[in-house]
């Protein structure tokens, strides 16, 4: 009986989403967590629609434990009815992470009414796997909230959905950087449907106020070790507007039918002049062996709301290759030594909670949540010098060897939801999933010299995964790898110390993204090592790697 402060269907001691749900909407809100037994993806099939998520609701699958980086609970909606949502939110103060939705007839995720939500970290229209297609019908997100406020949508991937990717038909959506792609619609629509053109000065009004998108003139990889991504193009807006210009790549070559965002690249922070026009040229260093055949953006006005995504435009030039050296009757062999540098982290975040509890917030009292996380480094260099003849063209002076080390902690982080709803899965499970890493790199120098080279490792004290440098910029303590208090900074990526980063510390940064430091704290520049002295999408990418992650 929703509102008897018992999540528990007609059997006893179950306590499915939907009786979650209905508990919260009865309680005026609360957290759902989830603790279904056995390991892998767990799939939870209605057979009608959930009910309206009413009350500030927090619907937590990072709690499901085993939770990493990719959801582990999938809620299919193949059976929930022919005009079914995935969840529909109409009130404000709802976060909705680390779930797959898909399978529905209608929308993944609907805002409507006075809803505000943030959704964060889904995978909308796929399976667990990251790549099974079961796409929804309708739109991945359906932004319909009358709400002055704004939704926060970030980190998602959505694909496959006979619709549009991210829908806005009104309200504000602040779409931050995500993988949108193989959507039927566009990636990002601003209501009414289809491609909304830009307006001179951008004075037209709307959903997202139907801000302009910014136009690509050329994309151009030149270079090698790194290649580097250079992007030129131009906005016009309204004047002395200060915008993020968000870029995207893709594989697939630039189709003019196709407005999407599959592999966000980073972002550019700029501000039009009077007449409302800006250009922008952005260099992006390439990771080695990305391939990049299209390229698109967006314009995001911070913190409120986002464009549609530019028309693409081909990607030309392309690493050059490197000429191998010509050997001459004259060379002498050269001893070569080989510094052979193996480092095999494993990391293996699980999530146990010490107590459960059967029912859902508003129930009978929660247990106390605990947090720990220990963290082992291991480092492993050894160089071995080998003399093996090396034949260099004349003339040509031997490089000097380089030393190489690569720190190997081993981390276990463990968090214990504050209270338990344990939906029952009517589906199939499939087997577990574990992260483990195990990178190795053996470099070969060529020297005239045959010197050992001892790396030096980078101090980390507290071994929370910045070095001691790096905080004493930020402004953390370099000896406390977690907040013993309020008031405690000691883990970088736990900006509001409450032994988690989350929602809360996402939101924190972004708050002044875009921001040279100073004005922006310090504590929000968390990225790259050391920090750059800018809040940027380096400080978002971080804090997003470490989401749900706790501490102790």
């Known amino acids: 009986m929703p509102g008897d402060a018992v999540c528990q269907t007609a059997t006893p001691g179950e306590c499915t989403l939907r009786a979650a749900i209905q508990e919260t909407n009865a309680g005026g809100g609360g957290t759902i967590n989830f603790n279904i037994g056995g390991g892998g993806a767990h799939v939870i099939t209605p057979l009608t629609p959930l009910p309206d998520i009413a009350q500030p609701t927090n619907i937590d699958g990072h709690s499901q434990p085993g939770t990493v980086f990719v959801p582990l609970i999938e809620l299919r909606g193949t059976n929930a009815g022919a005009s079914a949502d995935g969840l529909r939110i109409i009130s404000s103060g709802v976060n909705v992470q680390f779930l797959a ?6 929308d993944g995720f609907e805002v409507g009414g006075a809803g505000e939500a943030s959704i964060v970290a889904n ?7 990251e790549q099974s297609a079961a796409g929804n019908g309708g739109h991945g997100i359906h932004h319909a909230s009358n709400s002055t406020g704004s939704s926060f949508i970030h980190a998602n991937r959505i694909a496959f959905n006979g619709g549009d990717g991210i829908y806005v038909s009104s309200g504000f959506a602040n779409i931050n950087p995500q993988t949108i792609y193989l959507n039927d619609g566009l990636g990002i629509d601003l209501g009414p449907d289809g491609v909304t053109p830009n307006d001179p000065l951008d004075a037209d ?43 995207f790549a893709d594989a697939d070559p630039c189709d003019p039918a196709v407005i999407e965002g599959r592999r966000p690249l980073g972002g550019s922070a700029l501000t039009t002049d009077s007449q409302g026009n800006a250009s922008f040229s952005e260099s992006i260093e390439l990771v080695p062996g990305t391939v990049i055949n299209s390229v698109t953006a ?5 913190p409120l709301y986002t464009s549609e995504f530019s028309p693409c435009v081909p990607v030309s030039g392309g690493p050059s290759p490197t000429p191998s050296p010509t050997p001459c009757p004259s060379c002498t062999p050269t001893p070569t030594p080989t510094g052979t540098a193996t480092a095999t982290p494993t990391r293996t975040p699980t999530a146990t909670p010490t107590a459960t509890a059967t029912l859902c917030p508003g129930c009978t009292p929660t247990p106390t949540p605990t947090a720990t996380a220990t963290a082992t480094p291991t480092r492993t260099a050894s160089p071995t010098p080998s003399s093996a003849p090396t034949c260099l063209p004349c003339g040509t002076p031997s490089p000097s060897p380089s030393p190489s080390a690569s720190p190997s902690p081993t981390a276990t982080a463990t968090r214990t939801p504050t209270a338990t709803a344990s939906p029952i899965a009517t589906g199939t499970t499939t087997p577990a999933a574990t992260a483990t890493r195990t990178p190795s790199a053996t470099p070969t120098a060529s020297a ?19 070095s001691n440098a790096a905080e004493g910029v930020i402004g953390t303590d370099p000896l406390d790898g977690c907040a013993d208090n309020s008031a405690d900074d000691a883990w970088p990526a736990d900006i509001n110390n409450d032994r988690f980063s989350d929602i809360s510390d996402v939101s924190a940064l972004t708050s002044v993204f875009g921001e040279a430091v100073p004005p922006a704290p310090a504590r929000y520049n968390i990225a790259p090592e050391m920090p750059d002295g800018f809040v940027d999408i380096t400080d978002v990418s971080r804090m997003a790697g470490l989401f749900g992650i706790g501490c102790s």
């Open 205 to 247: 009004t709307g959903p997202n106020n139907l801000q302009n998108f910014p136009v690509l003139t050329s994309a151009v990889i030149s270079g090698s070790s790194p290649a580097v991504l250079t992007v030129d193009g131009t906005l016009q807006s309204s004047p002395n507007k200060f915008v993020l210009i968000d870029f």
């Open 298 to 302: 967006t314009t995001r006005v911070f």
């Open 101 to 106: 939705v898909n399978g529905f007839a209608g």
């Open 448 to 466: 005239t010299a045959s010197p050992t080279a001892t790396p030096t490792p980078v101090p980390d004290s507290d071994l929370d995964g910045w």
């Open 123 to 129: 995978f909308i229209g796929l399976a667990t796997d």
